[in-house]
């Protein structure tokens, strides 16, 4: 599979896939003028590539500062493909990194860690 | 084709339990397992719809407190610049009043050295001719 790759705009974060490594970074803010039109794609690309993977370890680095609430909602689905592909075998980890004074950042990751308990799911401050 | 999320999941679900209580085929025992579950995934969709709309808010307050900051120090900057500018304005006039009398005094001195060179030129030329005479 290839590599999924974006760079960020004002409004969109960096987006680097990379499936030699099965490093997965997202970082930036997120309030895209069309967020369901943004993350399609890569939600399409992560459930293929989780599904085509085996069961090597994926690590993905989430280092994100701004979301408006359809990009939470699509956070949301992308953990959602991740729990799924975990409970069915695939070794993951997410790790959510923020600035140590970011206190809502820090709330929406334990907000994901608690609803994504199967998950390993790492808060790291900067 | 996109994924189907957790929401379209439990609908497709919630369709097919309720196919099954149509068509009878769902005993009294499955029935409260199946509603049970159902119960189960609604919960968990209104917690995350909760989470989405209180982060949310949070992330709206922080860019609103974050422009109110941007805001007010742009005005402060707006304001030290409007006093920095009448400061120069008041040294600069300051200036132009003392260049104005430098100008001044060096036009009198001017004006005074000029009229002792006449004098001078004047005398030298009296002693040229009185010297000639004699």
Request: charged share 35%; aromatic share 10%.
């Amino acid at each position: 599979m290839e590599n999924l790759i974006i760079s960020k705009t004002n409004y969109t974060p960096d987006i680097n896939f990379d499936t030699d490594t099965g490093i997965l970074n997202i970082s930036g803010k997120s309030y895209p003028e069309n967020t369901f039109e943004f993350y399609t794609p890569v939600t399409s690309w992560i459930a293929e590539y989780v599904k085509s993977t085996n069961n090597e370890k994926l690590i993905f680095n989430f280092e994100l500062t701004y979301l408006n609430s359809s990009s939470l909602k699509s956070y949301f689905d992308i953990l959602d493909i991740l729990e799924e592909s975990h409970n069915e075998g695939s070794s993951i980890e997410i790790n959510w990194i923020y600035e140590s004074d970011d206190d809502i950042i820090e709330e929406t990751g334990e907000d994901f860690k608690e609803d994504f308990e199967s998950l390993e799911f790492n808060l790291i401050a900067k | 084709m996109s994924e189907q999320t957790r929401e379209e999941k439990v609908m497709l679900y919630s369709d097919e339990v309720l196919d099954n209580i149509k068509k009878n085929v769902l005993s009294k025992e499955d029935f409260f397992i199946e509603y049970d579950k159902l119960l189960n995934s609604y919960t968990k969709l209104l917690k995350r719809y909760k989470k989405i709309v209180k982060l949310s808010d949070a992330f709206n307050n922080s860019l609103v407190n974050d422009n109110k900051e941007i805001s007010q120090k742009a005005r402060a900057k707006i304001m030290n610049n409007a006093s920095d500018q009448r400061k120069l304005k008041e040294k600069m006039a300051i200036s132009m009043l003392s260049d104005k009398k430098q100008i001044e005094y060096l036009s009198k001195s001017l004006e005074s050295a000029i009229s002792e060179i006449r004098i001078l030129k004047e005398k030298t030329k009296v002693r040229f001719i009185e010297k000639n005479k004699l």
